[in-house]
């Protein structure tokens, strides 16, 4: 069974740069390798959203909120996949996760981002 385990959420002020880590075990090399991963986000209240994905061959793409402000990468070696957020706005406070692009497997905890205005 996979896990997830999300890491580098805190509190930041608006302006501000954050990285977020996302640790996967319990699943082969391989498999890690092939899948698109991706990073989301919850808002208090609201429903989880894809922000940003990458694929195996390392195609990336964004939600139009985060564009020119987020960047994911992965490391298929250490099966991490990691969101560096800068220019932070008060509008991306949210529990953030990472999963496959299709939730597939299960979900972490998530790592709580805050940002004050």
């Known amino acids: 069974q996979v896990q997830l385990v999300e890491s580098g959420g805190g509190l930041v002020q608006s302006g501000g740069s954050l990285r977020l880590s996302c640790a996967a075990s319990g699943t082969m090399f391989r498999i890690y390798t092939m899948a698109t991963m991706a990073w989301y986000r919850q808002p208090p209240g609201k429903q989880r959203e894809l922000v940003a994905r990458?694929?195996?061959?390392?195609?990336?793409d964004y939600v139009d909120s985060v564009k020119g402000r987020f960047t994911i990468s992965r490391d298929n070696v250490k099966k991490t996949v990691n969101l560096q957020m800068n220019s932070l706005k008060p509008e991306d406070t949210a529990a953030y996760y990472c999963?496959?692009?299709?939730?597939?497997w299960g979900w972490g905890q998530g790592t709580q981002v805050t940002v004050s205005s």
């Open positions: 999963n496959t692009d299709s939730g597939s």
């Open positions: 990458i694929t195996s061959g390392f195609s990336a």
